[in-house]
């Protein structure tokens, strides 16, 4: 299919070019596949093309085309296993082990790293194959650290950074992704000192800068522990404006990290802007991986299928089949179990917030009148008393009427409607029809929490009960002001009654 004849300057033009994708992997994906489309028309080369195709993958993966990404990455594997050349398929092995351990499927990511090490000993001894034992020790490690075994982590890294230690060509490229891993490692030991250095060394070399947001977000977890908020929010923010940040993953946990650290600090505007910058990005990523799984499991099964049919024995073919059928269980069964625990720990986070209490406003810390562009000046006083107003507001059930606006609300409180959306942006951080569809949505969880007969209501009544006209209106807002639908929020009630 990529078949061509080529002369020698045409062949170093395409190694140059396999070089720029690796170059480019991190900043531009739209480059990587331009280029690799070219290389794949060219190229003779299935070394060459299982390479180019990965490239290819991961760039597609950066755009969100889940279906294009496994595509290439499991052609990529095709054609390496069909080169029986133990080097090009620990590459493809290692990467697919990686792309596992991504979407969370970890018994599948250890799975290919046993027969990425398989390949790695058929290797004859040299640089190539101390750097692809190191880059496995790496995922061993990850792997051992999602286990929450991080002495044992901790030594596969050592054992990878010994391994890039003994490499001529270029180490430190390597040796800088060992230093992280160790320093990531040496955190979650509680050991700080120790992973401030491993970091600090990671950060200190220019080569692999793809390494350095993951390393300085671990270096702010380390800030947050010292309760150095306002240093570990400056360095999370800065790694949000790096180029070099392409991960979806690491970008919501810096979001949940700098949400934690404004709610440590009080700083509620600033908590609700990151917290729905969370909540969005990780139903995203949740929709990613779930369809990342569905492909994986269809080519997964397509590669069975073509192995039940060559194969001549009627015992052969009912094992693949039985190996299929495992396969696809086990990968749908451990998916669902992820999102189960997501949806408990959502639900407990929430439950949490009612056990605690809502944390009001000190109204005898009122400032004076500050006149900003745009408003009115309010005195100390009469902030006071809104926000006591607003308080008693909150401690009844009078936003349930699906009559309610802004209007109706200032005259409750015997004010006009400027103060009151002052007031409300100011001290709760939100506009008006968002805070007032909390104040429901919050009411209504509390209900079903405390009351078990909640829990045989319909959908539609319950929005009803809060104060929505519509159902479709009621569960949306549901899902954005808990991350989860008001259908899973039901089980994981009931579950909690039953436990």
Do not use: W
């Not at 539609?460 to 209106?473: C, D, K, N, V």
Request: hydrophobic share 35%.
């Amino acid at each position: 299919m990529y078949t061509t004849f080529l002369f020698p300057q045409e062949i170093k033009n395409l190694e140059h070019l396999e070089k720029r994708l690796n170059e480019l992997r991190n900043t531009n994906p739209d480059e990587v596949i331009k280029i690799g489309d070219y290389i794949l028309q060219h190229s003779s080369s299935d070394r060459q093309i299982s390479n180019t195709l990965v490239f290819m993958s991961f760039a597609y993966f950066s755009k969100k085309d889940t279906h294009k990404f496994t595509e290439l990455l499991f052609k990529a594997k095709e054609i390496a296993e069909a080169t029986k050349d133990p080097e090009v398929i620990t590459k493809i092995y290692g990467t697919i082990a990686q792309m596992y351990l991504k979407i969370e499927f970890k018994d599948k990511a250890a799975y290919y790293l046993e027969k990425t090490i398989d390949e790695i000993k058929k290797m004859p001894e040299g640089d190539s194959k101390h750097k692809l034992k190191g880059l496995s020790y790496i995922e061993l490690g990850k792997i051992n650290l999602t286990d929450k075994k991080y002495s044992d982590a901790n030594t596969y890294f050592k054992r990878s950074l010994n391994e890039f230690n003994t490499i001529k060509d270029n180490p430190l490229y390597f040796v800088k992704r060992s230093y992280y891993n160790m320093g990531d490692s040496f955190y979650e030991m509680n050991k700080t000192d120790s992973a401030h250095i491993y970091l600090k060394k990671a950060l200190a070399i220019k080569q692999n800068p793809s390494v350095n947001p993951y390393a300085l977000f671990t270096l702010s977890s380390i800030y947050t522990k010292e309760k150095r908020y306002y240093t570990a929010i400056d360095t999370l923010s800065a790694v949000l404006n790096r180029d070099e940040l392409q991960d979806d993953i690491l970008k919501s946990e810096i979001y949940l990290a700098i949400l934690k650290n404004y709610k440590t600090l009080g700083n509620t505007k600033k908590y609700n802007f990151f917290n729905e910058k969370y909540l969005a990005l990780k139903n995203e990523i949740s929709d990613n991986n779930l369809s990342t799984i569905k492909n994986v499991i269809k080519i997964e099964e397509k590669d069975y299928t073509k192995k039940i049919t060559s194969a001549h024995q009627q015992n052969n073919r009912l094992l693949l089949l039985l190996a299929l059928i495992i396969l696809s269980g086990t990968a749908i069964l451990l998916y669902v179990r992820k999102k189960k625990k997501i949806q408990k720990k959502q639900y407990e986070a929430i439950i949490d917030q009612f056990v605690k209490g809502t944390k009001q406003v000190d109204v005898t810390q009122i400032s004076q009148p500050v006149k900003d562009a745009g408003t009115q000046v309010i005195s100390p006083e009469i902030e006071q008393g809104i926000l006591e107003k607003l308080l008693r507001f909150e401690q009844s059930d009078k936003f349930t009427n699906p009559k309610l606006n802004i209007s109706t609300v200032a005259i409750q409180l015997k004010t006009n409607t400027t103060y009151l959306s002052q007031i409300i942006n100011k001290y709760k951080g939100k506009n008006f029809s968002i805070y007032i569809n909390e104040l429901r949505i919050n009411y209504i969880c509390e209900k079903i929490h405390n009351n078990p007969e909640y829990l045989a209501y319909k959908i539609s009544y319950l929005g009803e009960m809060a104060g929505f006209t519509s159902h479709s209106t009621f569960t949306t807002t549901f899902r954005s002001v808990t991350g989860m639908s008001p259908s899973t929020f039901l089980k994981e009630a009931d579950k909690s009654k039953k436990s």
